[in-house]
């Protein structure tokens, strides 16, 4: 079947099976690494991307359900002034180490911000639940995101 949307700003057009999910259209037929399978169950953040400025795990879609939608991926989300702000904030407080679930928490933070430029703690930390890292803790994910906000400040 015939898919058509947007990413990272640009019109896509792919052929693919009716049941394939949008994680592997992303990586197998647009070479989008950003998004990855984790847990493949939702659960862990890692596939997350933006679908018309809302945060999705693409393990759990099927990708034919965003005919027409405007996806972002951490590939093109970088090329924005808003990740500028994200990249200080987080290397100011010392929030990634890996870099496997960099993309999702970067999304996820771009999700929030987005809709409450000016979070509290607790806020920031609603927004990441469904983010998982194994290296780095959340204090420092939450601190970089709080700072990104200050950092940022007018962009969001």
């Not at 996820?108 to 920031?124: D, M």
């Not at 709080?146 to 400040?153: Q, S, V």
Request: hydrophobic share 35%; with cysteine.
């Amino acid at each position: 079947m015939k898919l058509d949307f947007t990413l990272n700003g640009k019109p896509v057009s792919v052929e693919t099976e009716p049941t394939a999910r949008l994680l592997d259209v992303l990586r197998d037929q647009c070479g989008v690494t950003s998004p990855k399978e984790g847990c493949g169950e939702g659960e862990c953040g890692a596939c997350a991307v933006l679908v018309d400025g809302k945060l999705i795990n693409t393990c759990l879609v099927i990708a034919m359900a965003l005919q027409g939608k405007s996806i972002v991926t951490l590939e093109g989300y970088k090329e924005t002034p808003r990740f500028e702000a994200l990249k200080k904030g987080f290397e100011k407080a010392g929030s990634l180490q890996c870099g496997f679930c960099t993309p999702g928490f970067v999304l996820a933070a771009e999700a929030l911000l987005s809709v409450n430029p000016k979070p509290t703690e607790q806020e920031v930390r609603k927004a990441i639940e469904g983010n998982l890292c194994r290296c780095t803790g959340y204090s420092m994910i939450v601190d970089g995101i709080l700072e990104a906000a200050k950092g940022g400040e007018g962009l969001w």
